[in-house]
C-alpha cells in the first residue's frame, strides 16, 4: 500500500468536465434525487421515445426486479452512428492500427461506419436474423468485429461474442447455451505475427453445437479454409449486393442488447445480459466523465472486444459519445515492446487505456523502449482489470506519463456494465493502487461476513447498495442463478466479489475476488471451470485450483491433480495436462503450475479445505491455521513438501 497523494493537477482542475466540488454535488444529487438526476442524464442519448421514469427496482428476494427507462425506446446503433452524421459525418470513427506494423492502418469516419454497419445489418436480415434472436461473433479484432456487433443492434438482435483466444469446445458451449444459429466469424485472426485459426475453430465447435445453422465468414486474412454449402457463407460475397441503408429497428430501453459470458466460483459460464437504454447510458457517461472525453482526441483502449471492456470501451461508449476510438489487432511486446508506445506516437493517441498486467510485462523489458518514442500526445492513462501493484503505477505515472497524466484506476466488472468507483481526472486526487471513490449514482457499502455495514476506515466485502443503469439484468436462461450469485449472500444488496478496504479519505482499494475466481492477467476464470477440464482427463481422479502470486499475470494458476491408480505423475503428464486445459478451455486457462497430490485436504464431511490449498501455492506454509478439522492431516504435509515453484 501506498500512502503518497497525486493531486489534480492545476490545468486539469480548471478544464476538466467535473472538478472537486462538481463531483461533489453529482454524487450527492444522484443519491439524493436518483429519479430527476438519471432523468437529466438520459438527455445525453437520443430517444425514439423519452423515457419519463428512471429506475424502478428491488433487490429483495419477494419483489426482486431491475428495470431503467423502462418506457424509453431508442436504437443503440442509431446513438452510435446516425446521430453524429449530421455534425460529424466525415469525422474518424474508428482508427485501425493492424497486427503487423507494416501494414497501413485504416481508418473509418462516422459515414463510412454508417454504410459498413447497414451493409452488415442487411446481410444479417438476409439470412433471417430477426429481432431478439442470439448472433455469435467470435472474431479478430478488425473493424468488421465493431460492424458486426453495430449491425446486431442496429436490427434488435442480441450478440454474444466470444474471445478469440477460447477453444472449440469453450465456443461451442457458449453457442448452444444462448441456442444461437448464426455465427459471425473471419478465415483467421492474428496476433503478434501468429495466425489464429477461428474458421477452423469454428468448424470443430459445430460439431457440438445442434443449433448452429450459418456461419458468415470475413475474409481477414485470405487464408485458405474450407466453405461448407448451404451453412458457410462469405461475408464479402453476400455483402457485394446489399445497399448502405438500413432502418435502425425502434428498442424497448430494456430489450436486451447483448449476452457475454464470464466466469462465476460455480458451474459454467454465466451469460451475463446486457439491456440497451441503462447500459448505453452508462458506457457514454462512464466513458465521457472518467476520460474526460472531448471530441477530436484519439482515445485508445487496449483491450479486446472480447471482453466487457472492448464492448463499453472500444465501441459503446466511445462512439455514442462521438470519439475516435483506436482499435488494435495486435499484442504489446510484438515486434518489440516499444509497439504500444509507436502507436501512441504514430496516432497521436490522447488517452490511452489499458491493463496493470501489460504494464508489468513491459515495465520488465526496460525503460529504453518507452523513451525511445515521444509520447508527447498523451494527456490521460487508464488501467482495468485488475489491482494495480503501485510500482507498476508509478512506472505508468512517471516513465510512460512523463508525471503529466493522471491515471484513472477504474474498477468495474462485466456485471456493472460500466467504471463503478474510479478517479474522475479533474477531481479526484490520486493514491497509487487505489480505485479512489465511486461514481454517480454508485453506492459502495463495505459488510462483514455477517452482512453488517462497516463505516469509516475498514475492511471487508464490497457491496453496492442500489441499483444503477448498467446493471446487469439477468442470467441467460437462469433468473434464479442471477439472483442466487448477487443478490442471496447479503439481501438487499449487490454482492460484487470483492474484498475491499476503505481508508480514512474514503479512498477504496481493492483487495482482490474473495470467491473461487482467480483473475488472471485481468481475466476472469473460474476455478471449478480449470476443475472440470481436467477431471475429463482420463487418468485424473480429482483436481483442486487456486490462484497463485505471479509477477506478470498477477494471479496465476495452481492445480492440484489426484490421479486414478496405477498413473504415475511425471513431467510428461504434466505436460499433458497443460495442453489438455488449453484444448478444453483456451490458453488463458493454462495451468501455471501442477502439483500431483495423493490427496487433498477434506473435512470429515468431503469438502476441500481450499484455504489451505491457497496457502501452500502462496507458498506460506508456516500459517496454515487449524487442520485438526481434516479427515486425514497428514495429507497436508505431503501437499507442503512437494510443493511446486
Ligand atoms: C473483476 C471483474 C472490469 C472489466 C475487466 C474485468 C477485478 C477489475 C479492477 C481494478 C482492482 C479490478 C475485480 C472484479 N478488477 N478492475 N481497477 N482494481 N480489481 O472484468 O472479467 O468481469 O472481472 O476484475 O476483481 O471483480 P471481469
Not at 510500482?391 to 467504471?419: F, K, L, M, N, S
Request: proline share 7%; hydrophobic share 40%.
Amino acid at each position: 500500500m501506498s500512502d503518497s497523494i497525486y493531486p489534480v493537477p492545476a490545468e486539469w482542475a480548471r478544464r476538466a468536465r467535473v472538478d472537486a466540488a462538481g463531483y461533489e454535488r453529482l454524487h450527492g444529487l444522484s443519491l439524493a434525487d436518483p429519479g430527476s438526476f438519471w432523468l437529466e442524464q438520459a438527455r445525453r442519448l437520443d430517444w425514439i421515445k423519452r423515457p419519463e421514469i428512471a429506475g424502478d427496482w428491488s433487490f429483495d428476494e419477494a419483489d426482486f426486479h431491475i428495470q431503467w427507462f423502462a418506457d424509453g425506446k431508442l436504437n443503440v446503433a442509431a446513438n452510435c452512428i446516425d446521430r453524429h452524421l449530421a455534425s460529424r459525418g466525415g469525422d474518424t470513427a474508428i482508427i485501425w492500427e493492424p497486427d503487423d506494423p507494416a501494414e497501413a492502418p485504416r481508418s473509418y469516419t462516422y459515414l463510412q461506419l454508417y454504410e459498413e454497419v447497414c451493409r452488415f445489418a442487411n446481410v444479417l436480415k438476409a439470412q433471417g436474423v430477426q429481432k431478439g434472436d442470439r448472433v455469435t461473433v467470435y472474431m479478430p479484432m478488425i473493424p468488421e468485429a465493431a460492424f458486426a456487433i453495430l449491425a446486431c443492434a442496429r436490427i434488435g438482435a442480441i450478440h454474444s461474442v466470444v474471445f478469440g483466444g477460447f477453444s472449440p469446445e469453450a465456443l461451442a458451449g457458449r453457442i448452444t447455451d444462448c441456442d444461437s444459429s448464426v455465427v459471425i466469424t473471419a478465415d483467421e485472426g492474428r496476433r503478434g505475427g501468429k495466425k489464429v485459426p477461428l474458421k477452423t475453430n469454428v468448424d470443430a465447435a459445430a460439431a457440438h453445437a445442434p443449433a448452429l445453422e450459418k456461419v458468415i465468414v470475413v475474409k481477414a486474412t485470405g487464408g485458405d479454409v474450407p466453405m461448407q454449402p448451404g451453412r458457410d457463407i462469405w461475408y464479402h460475397e453476400a455483402a457485394a449486393g446489399e445497399p448502405a441503408d438500413c432502418p435502425p429497428v425502434a428498442m424497448g430501453a430494456e430489450d436486451p442488447l447483448f449476452i457475454l459470458y464470464t466466469s462465476g466460483s460455480t458451474g459454467k459460464p454465466k451469460g451475463v445480459l446486457h439491456s440497451s437504454g441503462g447500459y448505453l447510458l452508462w458506457a457514454s457517461l462512464t466513458h465521457a466523465l472518467t476520460f474526460d472525453y472531448r471530441p477530436g482526441q484519439v482515445y485508445w483502449c487496449a483491450a479486446d472486444i472480447g471482453w466487457v471492456t472492448g464492448h463499453s470501451y472500444i465501441v459503446y461508449g466511445p462512439l455514442a459519445n462521438g470519439a475516435t476510438t483506436l482499435m488494435f489487432e495486435g499484442v504489446p511486446n510484438w515486434p518489440s515492446a516499444a509497439r504500444i508506445w509507436e502507436v501512441v506516437d504514430r496516432h497521436k493517441v490522447e488517452i490511452l487505456y489499458t491493463a496493470p498486467t501489460a504494464l508489468r510485462a513491459l515495465m520488465r523489458e526496460g525503460d529504453a523502449h518507452v523513451t525511445r518514442t515521444s509520447r508527447k500526445s498523451l494527456r490521460l492513462l487508464g488501467t482495468v482489470g485488475e489491482p494495480i501493484n503501485p510500482e507498476a503505477w508509478r512506472w505508468y505515472h512517471e516513465v510512460v506519463g512523463e508525471g503529466r497524466c493522471p491515471i484513472v484506476d477504474t474498477w468495474w466488472q462485466t456485471e456493472t456494465g460500466g467504471h463503478m468507483i474510479t478517479p474522475l481526472p479533474g477531481a479526484m486526487a490520486l493514491k497509487p493502487g487505489s480505485a479512489t471513490l465511486p461514481f454517480p449514482g454508485v453506492d459502495p457499502q463495505i459488510v462483514d461476513a455477517d452482512g453488517r455495514v462497516l463505516h469509516g476506515a475498514t475492511e471487508g466485502n464490497l457491496v453496492i447498495a442500489r441499483s444503477w443503469p448498467g446493471q446487469m439484468r439477468t442470467v441467460w436462461g437462469d433468473h434464479a442463478r442471477f439472483f442466487q450469485t448477487y443478490f442471496s449472500t447479503y439481501p438487499g444488496k449487490y454482492f460484487t466479489g470483492d474484498g475491499c478496504r476503505r481508508d480514512a479519505d474514503g479512498y477504496y482499494w481493492i483487495t482482490g475476488r474473495v470467491d473461487d475466481v482467480i483473475n488472471v492477467s485481468g481475466h476472469r476464470m473460474g476455478t471449478a471451470e480449470v476443475e472440470s477440464a481436467l477431471v475429463l482427463h482420463p487418468k485424473v481422479a480429482e483436481a483442486a485450483v487456486v490462484g497463485m502470486p505471479h509477477d506478470i499475470k498477477g494471479q496465476g494458476i495452481y492445480a492440484y491433480v489426484t490421479l486414478n491408480a496405477g498413473c504415475t505423475g511425471d513431467e510428461a503428464l504434466r505436460a499433458e495436462l497443460v495442453k489438455w486445459v488449453r484444448t478444453e478451455i483456451g490458453p488463458i486457462a493454462t495451468p501455471d503450475a501442477i502439483q500431483f497430490a495423493p490427496g487433498l485436504p477434506k473435512t470429515r464431511s468431503g469438502k476441500i479445505m481450499r484455504r489451505i490449498l491457497r496457502k501452500i501455492a502462496e507458498g506460506d506454509v508456516t500459517s496454515l491455521g487449524d487442520t485438526s478439522t481434516l479427515a486425514d492431516p497428514a495429507v497436508v504435509d505431503d501437499l507442503v513438501a512437494n510443493r511446486v515453484g
